[in-house]
């Protein structure tokens, strides 16, 4: 337990770093989801970051790819990768591009970063599984402003219709999108009674930031017996840095190096 | 130094003026109204002013609606998102019933920087430029983004305007008079052409004088107007110069450079060389060393210039 802390810990300093070294990059909405990556990676999916593309490792598809640093930062932490390379986010050349390539970063099962489109592919990845009668889970993660999308629901239309119980969505509710606060801009709520409709698993998580909730909803999500399953997360967009949180200026914005160090002193103390 | 300035910030602060003369104008937006500047439009009129969210098809569904009323929307998110994610709304809903639609894409090409592949587009002036209908244009400055939007607003239709996320140098003055149709003569010249549109145009123009060290006299045309193509002046620059290169910060497939290649197909066959992004993906950088990457400075001019020349 205290190892799920301190590796989440490390993984919010590595993103304030990376971000504010490339002074460009989506630091709100990787803070709000970096426990949900940090159980996924050290806890619940079968990965291996000695054999990247193991037939049969459980995938995980950051539909939000603008969220590319915690993914970065958690793959590093699990040594799919040296994490020196996180300094080079967004460089030219580097293979931390500003969204995600699965062709560039070893444990990247897909490239994203246009939104709507990962669940998409998600579901596409785990009807293969059922063709090929492979155990392995499909874990997809999703913005609430991103369920904007109409290609989410045409998505969530599909997982029911071909009872894809091997996929899991998260959704990270941090109640914020780009241009504020989502139930101003574009209400998606009720988001739970929505996927129900659609013939989803509902799961709601209180606090998105608390590993035993997480780890109860996984835990439960992975018994579905013929319902692909959502995890409607509760989460904070900027989590842990205080000047980050809950505020929307923050969801695509590098620190410059007072910030980095202001929120280094937070996230150490 | 020239004041610098990018395209959309210019939409954006024009976008209030044609407000205050056209009642029936409307903006619409998909969760990027701060990065397409159209929020300085919704804090001049917040009820004129719609945020559909992150949802680009029905951005251009809706917008094609409004038309039917008698509004005048301006649809604006970025080029990828627009000319990709909701091209066949935009096919079928504004273009086959030939609707009053004005959409205006920010962050087209590499300039978008550190965003990376997935969000700069290249393909956005082929994909618009080849439906019936369709008027496409592409400003190289503040100042000729105002031009378009007056010329926009005088086509009972749908209009493509291309803006970019970069600043970039003021060319014209207020003086400036801009033609759906026409391309502008910057520059006579007697050995090359080159046609360049949008942010390539000031490279084109420190091409042109480059080439002169070398005793070359280039002959520089701004193609703001895409579609329509000012076919007689590129038949004319052909004749004239025996020798044409094209500068676009776009696929050399589908964009200007085939657009010219067409024309010189079709009426004045000379050699032809396409300054663009080489039918690749672009990737994360800072503006200036992918423009260099992806052969899009003056310096490709030149040697383009140099290459064409050779052949004729
Ligand atoms: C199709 C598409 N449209 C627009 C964008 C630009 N964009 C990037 S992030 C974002 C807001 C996302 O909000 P949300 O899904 O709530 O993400 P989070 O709050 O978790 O960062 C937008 C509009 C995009 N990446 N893809
Ligand atoms: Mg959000």
Redesign the pocket.
Known sequence: MAFLEETVRGIRKDIVKMIGKAASG?P??SL?SAEILTLLYFEQMNVDEKNPKKDDRDRFVLS?G??APVLYATLAAKGFFPREELQDLRQLGSMLQGHPDMNKVPGVDMST????QGISVAAGMALAGKIDNKAHKVFVLL????LQ?GLVWEAAMAASHYQLNNLIAFV?N?N???DGA?CEVMSPFPIDAKFKAFGWNVITVEDGHSFDELRTAVEAAKKSEDKPTVIICQTV?GKCVSFMENNAGW?GKGPNAEEVKQALAELEA | MAEKKSTRQAYGEYLVKLGETNENLVVLD???SGATKTNIFKKAYPDRHFNVG?A?ANLMGMSAGLATAGKVPFAS??AI?GAG?AYEIIRNSICYPKLNVKIALTHSGISVGEDGGSHQSIEDIALMRVIPNMTVLSPADAVETEKMMDAALAINGPVYIRLGRSDVPVLFDETYVFEVGKAGLLKSGEDVTIIATGMMVGPAMEAAERLKVDGISAQVLNMGSIKPIDVDAISDAAIKTGAIVTAEEHSIIGGLGSAVAEVLGDVAPVPLERVGVKDLFGQSGKVAPLMEKYGLTANDIVEAAQKAIGRK
Do not use: W
């Open positions: 989506h709100g909405g709000s939000k603008h969220a970063g246009s939104l709507g913005g609430d402003g991103e999308e990270d941090n914020l999108q780009i989502i967009k969801h | 998909a969760d990027l992150i680009e998110t970025f998102f994610r």
